[in-house]
């Protein structure tokens, strides 16, 4: 399900400029009105002779760091400074557009529940390495475990299934696997074992893949961090997870509210990695 707000204007193509100096971008133009996009929201505006000015157009974002640059780019048109919000715990300003409507901008100073679009979380999921300490409820897991019963595998065989560790010593032992590379297990509250029942499917390399790469998008759609650590199908994992030794381990990632924030990897462009026959 989406939606849109429509609101009416009197000068279509200022309020539209305005908003995409914000950031907006124009999603579809229609007969006197232009339906704008900022992550989840969509906005249209309609040239009317009168002005909808009610309510507040919110902006939010990552990192409060954000909030403060585009305080120093709106300060003209502000009506408060950046400041925390404890009723709400959110770190926020308000401003005015060219029309007078009230417009917000704010970071949330706690964990929120899933709002992302498919192609924003693919692009902004990145490899975790440093957790806050706070532990991570059942509740919230078992929605995450409730999006990947949908993980596709070699002909349906479900042959996937997870497990959540949350005891230190264990967490200690499967990070000094691999040195350096299983380190981050330890930094988490918890971490997830990604697991292929063998004995249900051929494809058990396939299997394994897209189930914790499901997983690693459902938890980041959630709020939370994860990062694959590579060869982690080893003996010693196995034992102390009573995991069957015939079973395959995909990757244990370790688990938890990101502690670190991460600019983007440098990425190919597409020439260089998609061809067109
Ligand atoms: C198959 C595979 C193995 C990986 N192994 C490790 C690992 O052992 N330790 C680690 O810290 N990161 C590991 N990573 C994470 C990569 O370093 C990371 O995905 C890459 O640097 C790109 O960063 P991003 O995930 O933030 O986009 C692995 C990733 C993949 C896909």
Redesign the pocket.
Same mark, same amino acid.
């Given at each position: 399900m989406s939606g849109i707000v429509f609101l009416k204007t009197k000068n279509l193509n200022m309020i539209r400029d305005f908003y995409l100096s914000i950031g907006m971008k124009v999603w579809l133009k229609q007969a006197e009105c232009t339906i704008l996009k900022h992550g989840n929201m969509l906005l249209g505006f309609c040239e009317r002779d009168e002005i909808d000015k009610q309510g507040i157009i919110t902006f939010f974002y990552d990192e409060q760091t954000q909030v403060d640059s585009l305080y120093e780019k709106y300060k003209t048109i502000s009506t408060s400074s950046p400041k925390i919000n404890e009723k709400y715990n959110i770190y926020n300003f308000f401003a005015q557009d060219p029309e007078g409507r009230t417009i917000e901008f704010q970071t949330f100073l706690s964990p929120i529940i899933s709002y992302q679009i498919i192609d924003e979380a693919l692009i902004k !999921?990145?490899?975790?390495?440093k957790f806050k300490k706070n532990d991570i409820s059942n509740d919230l897991l078992n929605r995450i475990f409730d999006v990947c019963r949908f993980s596709p595998t070699s002909r349906n065989c479900q042959s996937f299934y997870y497990i959540v560790i949350r005891n230190p010593e264990v967490l200690s032992l499967l990070a000094s696997l !691999?040195e350096?590379?299983?380190? +981050?297990i330890a930094k988490a509250p918890c971490a997830v074992a990604v697991c292929i029942d063998t004995d249900k499917t051929k494809r058990i390399e396939q299997d394994g893949?897209i189930a914790a790469?499901h997983f690693i998008l459902a938890a980041y759609n959630h709020g939370l961090g994860t990062?694959?650590?590579?060869?982690?199908d080893r003996d010693e994992a196995k034992t102390v997870l009573n995991i069957p030794a015939h079973h395959f381990i995909a990757?244990i990632t370790p688990l938890g509210y990101p502690d670190e924030t991460?600019t983007? +990897?440098e990425?190919r462009n597409l020439g260089e990695f998609v061809r067109f026959f």
């Open positions: !999921r990145r490899s975790i390495r !691999r350096s590379s299983s380190a +981050p893949a790469y990062c694959w650590i590579g060869a982690m990757t991460k983007i +990897p990425r």
